[in-house]
């Protein structure tokens, strides 16, 4: 369990921000000048703000009431910045070493192997940091953090200097470490696609202000919440699992709702999945629609309809045990007669998941 509750004033601006948060991913997620960054700092303990208290697993950090302000050393975190800071005479085999020296205990030689395969560094050993592309130098950094054995990850926007190639070389190394190290992880990011692959908690804050916390899948899909994200960005994010490849090249893929169609041809039969499908890729129909060319039909229940911006509306729509998020136009809701409780179809066209948003 992650505790944090933080008040802090900087020059025109007012961080006040308490959250709790459980094991796995928590990323701070919202616009440049939130807060994110000061959240974190804080955590690392690189800033002493004027009351709060931070706690993992139990462990107090800070607690300005009681005088506790572990500095940064004692707090055995591991901070991955949006630059690499590689010592860039040292080779990536004693970057690595580098974060072992602050270990509590020091990881054997099979443990080191374990990181050096999961980020896939064997070959990059030898090398220099001049020499790495920007998304091996964000590997080592991160494996570097890993060997100095932290209760904790932070990562501040980890992926903002890198272009789309290297992020989608990077990102599954990253949900390998979610799902393989059992160490809280908090991760600061303004990039939905990133969230919505790698979070198991989101937290938004806006204005030094927590707007909402929850698992990634209600955040995401709450439409109350989805101005926040942008038009272009608002979605949701559904669970699902490969059940077989087709013969075009197609992936058939189980989701709560039924089985999907889309464009995942690495994907191996058994294989979980994250799907994020955006508002605007989703088309409703009232009956089962026919003559489409449009793969993908599968049975809601709408449970919100909310106002967004412009002559629109989102609607929060059941699917199953999750949910997706659609965003219309108000005369397409007011023709279809669409009201919270109907049962409609939700229309999605394969191509229009983009690899990036499965994970």
């Known amino acids: 369990m992650l505790e944090i509750a933080l008040h802090h004033r900087h020059t025109g601006f007012t961080l006040d921000i308490g959250l709790r948060a459980p094991d796995g991913v928590t990323a701070l997620f919202g616009p440049s000048g939130a807060g994110k960054t000061t959240v974190v700092n804080a955590v690392a303990g690189l800033l002493r703000p004027e009351r709060g208290r931070i706690a993992v697993n139990g462990e107090v950090l800070l607690d300005t009431e009681a005088g506790i302000f572990l500095p940064p050393h004692a707090r055995r975190v591991g901070y991955v910045f949006q630059d690499a800071r590689l010592f860039p005479h040292l080779s990536v085999k004693s970057n690595l070493l580098y974060g072992r020296r602050f270990a509590s205990s020091r990881k054997d030689g099979s443990e080191i192997d ?37 209760r904790m990850l932070l990562m501040d926007e980890p992926l903002a200097a890198l272009d789309a190639a290297r992020k989608a070389e990077i ?11 059992q160490l809280p992880i908090l991760y600061v990011s303004h990039a939905p696609a990133e969230v919505a692959r790698l979070a198991t908690t989101v937290a938004l804050i806006e204005a030094g202000h927590l707007r909402g916390i929850g698992p990634a899948r209600e955040i995401l899909s709450d439409p109350s919440l989805a101005p926040a994200l942008g038009m272009r960005e608002a979605g949701a994010v559904i669970s699902g699992r490969v059940v077989a490849q087709e013969e075009d090249g197609l992936a058939r893929i189980e989701t709560a709702g039924g089985e999907v169609l889309l464009p995942y041809p690495s994907g191996q039969p058994g294989q979980a999945l994250r799907l994020r499908i955006h508002a605007g890729d989703v088309t409703l129909s009232v009956p089962r629609p026919a003559g489409l060319s449009a793969l993908n039909i599968l049975p809601v229940v709408i449970k919100q309809i909310r106002p967004a911006d412009g002559p629109s509306v989102y609607l929060r729509l059941a699917l199953g045990g999750e949910h997706l998020l659609a965003r219309l136009t108000t005369r397409s809701v007011s023709a279809l007669g669409l009201t919270e409780g109907r049962m409609c179809h939700a229309i999605i066209k394969a191509m229009s998941v983009a690899s990036e948003d499965v994970g």
Do not use: H, Q, T
């Open 114 to 150: 374990r990181i050096v395969e999961m980020l896939g560094l064997g070959a990059l050993l030898e090398r220099r940091p001049a020499s790495l592309s920007g998304g091996e130098k964000s590997r080592v950094a991160l494996g570097r953090a890993i060997l100095s054995n932290p």
């Open 171 to 181: 990102l599954p190394y990253f949900e390998r470490l979610r799902d393989e190290f």
